[in-house]
């Protein structure tokens, strides 16, 4: 491989838009695809199409960490830290919301429709989604704009790195 392709790869795997995009489309699969999916299945039971999700998103949960730390270390040695530190604070800052609160609180009620009773009236779900929106939102925006940052530093005066 010549030195000019391995600056490419190098300039490329050093910007967070691979990890943005790839965090971005499996946590849209999941959320916005898969999920409302499952309750449309006719021969699926609620409390069976629950069970199912809280396991789907205790494992997305853990992959969506996988893709903060991976994000936390690009951002870290990228040249452009600065302008990447914010997207990275604020996806860390959900990620622990959803992870620490919100997915228990669903899990819970969760348990609970399973043993066959209601839930009581609860802002959980709703505050789940809408994290789960702004994450996406942040992802495609922090995605967007590094490859922009990219496409700043690897143009005609970047050849000679």
């Avoid at 967070?16 to 409302?36: E, H, K, N, R």
């Avoid at 997305?60 to 730390?69: N, P, Q, R």
């Avoid at 609970?112 to 789960?132: C, D, F, K, R, W």
């Amino acid at each position: 491989m010549n030195s000019a392709v391995r600056g490419t790869l190098k300039r490329a795997l050093g910007n967070p838009a691979w990890i943005s995009f790839l965090w971005f489309g499996m946590t849209a699969g999941v959320s916005l695809l898969a999920t409302p999916v499952r309750f449309t299945a006719s021969t699926i039971t609620r409390p069976v199409a629950l069970d199912v999700g809280r396991v789907v998103f205790a494992a997305l949960d853990k992959a969506e960490f996988v893709a903060l730390i991976i994000l936390l270390v690009i951002v870290r040695v990228s040249p452009h830290t600065r302008r990447y530190w914010g997207f990275a604070l604020a996806l860390t800052l959900i990620l622990v919301a959803q992870a620490a609160w919100l997915l228990p609180d669903l899990a819970a009620r969760t348990d609970m429709i399973i043993a066959g009773s209601e839930p009581p009236q609860s802002i959980v779900h709703a505050a789940y989604s809408t994290l789960e929106l702004i994450k996406l939102a942040l992802l495609a925006w922090l995605g967007v704009r590094s490859l922009r940052i990219l496409a700043e530093y690897s143009g005609p005066t970047a050849q000679g790195d």
